[in-house]
């Protein structure tokens, strides 16, 4: 069992949609929990925390769901400029090599 | 920018042959890391270092050495490349102490070494 499962999509919306992606993760003593964006061909680049209490920054809300394992990641009003891969990334914060990334989800935001 | 430079940022080369990706940073943190990206395949850690000729195996070390002998470069080396190494490798580092993550320290990721091995 993958520590980190994402739907790969894609996902095909047209512009100004709202799109949702989940993430769940296997360890329930996982402490730390992102998103981040990558751009075809790019690095992947932090898009934002999830925080327990769930958090917004402009268009994008993240959640966290503790008791059935999963992170969202809610997009509105989507832009031709969100097309890219999303990945959820899991950390229980004892050591470097306890970083787990999902294989990511591809949008792609139609005009 | 968390100021990360990998090189080369493309490589071809036959197998059989040795090949060592660098990573150089300019913010003087402990922690540096690198993983492969597959399709079908989240990043997985090759190896990460923990401070100057401190480092460790990660999920896939299997061919793979690292060497860090100064605090800013951490250099990835395949001591006789195959096909199965043919991947996109990333360095990244974080600015934690424990080298895990929090809401405060991501990891800061370069901008990728494609290799190719035919």
């Known amino acids: 069992r993958k520590e980190v499962e994402q739907d790969p999509g894609p996902f095909n919306v047209p512009e100004g949609a709202t799109v949702a992606f989940n993430c769940t993760y296997s360890n329930s003593a996982s402490q730390s929990f992102f998103w981040y964006r990558q751009d075809c061909r790019k690095e992947p680049k932090l898009l934002m925390s999830?925080?327990?209490s769930g958090n917004e920054d402009g268009r994008f809300t993240a959640q966290l769901n503790r008791a059935s394992q999963y992170i969202s990641l809610l997009i509105r009003d989507s832009k031709l400029s969100d097309s890219a891969t999303y990945l959820c990334?899991?950390?229980?914060?004892?050591?470097?090599?306890?970083?787990?990334f999902g294989t990511g989800t591809r949008l792609t935001v139609i005009p | 920018d968390a100021g990360i430079t990998q090189s080369p940022r493309h490589k071809v080369t036959e197998t059989g042959t040795p090949v060592t990706l660098r990573c150089h940073q300019t913010?003087?943190?402990?922690?540096m890391y690198w993983y492969r990206q597959d399709p079908g395949h989240g990043l997985r850690l090759i190896h990460y270092s923990y401070g100057v000729k401190d480092t460790d195996k990660g999920e896939v070390s299997d061919g793979y050495s690292v060497s860090r002998s100064k605090t800013e470069d951490f250099l990835l080396t395949l001591e006789s490349a195959t096909s199965s190494q043919t991947s996109v490798y990333f360095c990244?580092?974080?600015?934690?102490?424990?080298?895990?993550?929090?809401?405060?320290?991501?990891?800061?990721f370069g901008n990728g070494t494609r290799l190719t091995v035919t």
């Open positions: 990244a580092i974080s600015v934690s102490g424990t080298g895990g993550l929090w809401e405060n320290s991501p990891l800061h």
């Open positions: 990334v899991v950390s229980d914060q004892t050591g470097a090599n306890n970083l787990f």
């Open positions: 913010e003087n943190h402990r922690y």
């Open positions: 999830v925080y327990s």
